[in-house]
């Protein structure tokens, strides 16, 4: 069974730091590109960003130079790192793989294969 767990979601004060994991199983994340997206309450699904199977990521323009993707083969895990966190950051988390196509670099979730189920994440002081 193919699946996404993420976690490490919680409540930070602005210009904190958390860092999400997207724990992966049944599949190696070598092999799928997994991307990041969030959905604040009564917003539309925003990609934040992908890394592909050859381990080259990028982000959307919001986070950049403060959100970064990485991914640890050996736990079969993708992390995304968030620093000096901003209120707008609030949302739902999500992670998302895809086998082949270019969904996940240029933000298409509708092309994206499978979904984790999410993780909370509130910037407030």
């Known amino acids: 069974q193919l699946q996404l767990v993420e976690s490490g979601g919680g409540l930070v004060q602005p210009g904190e730091s958390l860092r999400l994991s997207c724990a992966a199983s049944g599949f190696s994340t070598k092999d799928y590109s997994i991307g990041w997206f969030r959905q604040a309450p009564g917003k539309e699904r925003e990609w934040v960003g992908c890394i592909i199977f050859s381990g080259s990521s990028v982000v959307g323009d919001s986070v950049q130079g403060r959100f970064t993707i990485s991914r640890d083969n050996a736990k079969n895990t993708v992390y995304l790192q968030m620093n000096s966190l901003k209120p707008e950051d609030t949302a739902v988390y999500y992670c998302?793989?895809?086998?082949?196509?270019?969904?996940?670099?240029?933000?298409?979730?509708?092309?994206?294969?499978?979904w984790g189920q999410g993780t909370q994440v509130t910037v407030s002081s």
């Open positions: 998302a793989a895809e086998g082949r196509g270019s969904s996940c670099v240029f933000g298409r979730s509708g092309g994206m294969d499978f």
